[in-house]
């Protein structure tokens, strides 16, 4: 597995490879790998020959100076995984390589009406952040196709919106949610909730498949408030959004009727703020 920390360094890498018409996988990640990522890594496999997986804490989508501060970074055990999962290169710049004009630099596109929902309510400016970066990845690696997990719902769309601004020919890969026995979906997030968070954090996940469970018993007012009631009464447990949702718009669903449901939750356990899905239909 090799190791880049500059774009140039990859290119090098990357030119002979596509001239012999391999087929290049993008895996963007912020490190502090689990195994969610690395499903993305194999799934990868299966539709690519060259898997490059890139890890990049980017300051632009942080919208809390210390949510970034504390973002862990296991660098040496990223790389055993990474190696260990069978990925062809790894690209890990710092920041100046990513912003030589410093991450100040302007960027604004139109994302569409989604951007400002659910997560954008309550980190305004992410998904700008977002973009910018996985915009730079793209442009840097130019890959065939770009993994990326069902666990941020709203990127995806977020991401496919950006591609469709820019008109670029990458296919966008949307891989399953890979969670923990108990159901808590994995995250590098999860390395800060204490052991009582991490009791009271399953109710993210209770919360949805109840829904999904019982989504022919109830309307879909009747299922958001159920679920809600779920939160109530657990101590440092706060919840920041239940709703079930058009997966094409983010737009609160109106019907069950519409072609694609999607329950999504952001809540604070603790001092960690979590998100977790469920695709309903
Ligand atoms: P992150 O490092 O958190 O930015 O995540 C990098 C990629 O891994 C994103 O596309 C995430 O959606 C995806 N991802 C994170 N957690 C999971 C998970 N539990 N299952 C599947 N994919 C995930």
């Excluded at 969610?36 to 690519?48: C, F, P, R, V």
């Excluded at 094409?248 to 694609?260: G, I, M, P, R, V």
Aim: glycine content about 6%.
């Amino acid at each position: 597995m090799e190791i880049f920390k500059t774009k140039s360094a990859l290119e090098a890498f990357l030119k002979p490879l596509k001239a012999s018409k391999k087929k290049i996988a993008l895996v963007p990640t912020m490190g502090a790998l689990h195994n969610g990522h690395i499903s993305l890594i194999e799934l990868a496999k299966t539709y690519a020959d060259i898997i490059v997986c890139s890890i990049f804490v980017n300051p632009t989508q942080f919208t809390d100076p210390k949510d970034l501060e504390k973002y862990p970074r296991p660098i040496e055990h990223d790389l055993a995984m990474l190696n260990e999962a069978g990925c062809s290169g790894v690209f890990m710049p710092n920041i100046a390589e990513m912003y030589p004009q410093g991450a100040d630099e302007n960027w604004h596109i139109d994302l569409g009406k989604a951007e400002f929902l659910l997560e954008g309510e309550f980190r305004k400016g992410h998904y700008q952040g977002v973009t910018q970066i996985v915009k730079k990845l793209f442009d840097a690696v130019e890959p065939d196709v770009a993994m990326f997990g069902q666990k941020d719902f709203q990127q995806v769309l977020m991401i496919k919106n950006m591609l469709a601004y820019f008109h670029l020919p990458i296919k966008i890969i949307t891989c399953p949610i890979i969670r923990e026995d108990d159901g808590l979906a994995m995250s590098s997030r999860n390395i800060h909730l204490s052991p009582v968070d991490r009791e009271n954090s399953l109710v993210l996940s209770k919360s949805l498949q109840y829904v999904t469970d019982h989504f022919n018993e109830f309307s879909l007012d009747e299922l958001e408030e159920k679920a809600k009631r779920f939160y109530q009464g657990i101590e440092g447990v706060e919840l920041d959004y239940f709703t079930i949702v058009n997966g094409d718009t983010l737009e609160k669903a109106k019907s069950k009727n519409e072609n694609s449901l999607v329950a999504l939750v952001a809540a604070k356990v603790g001092a960690t703020r979590l998100i977790d899905n469920m695709i309903i239909k």
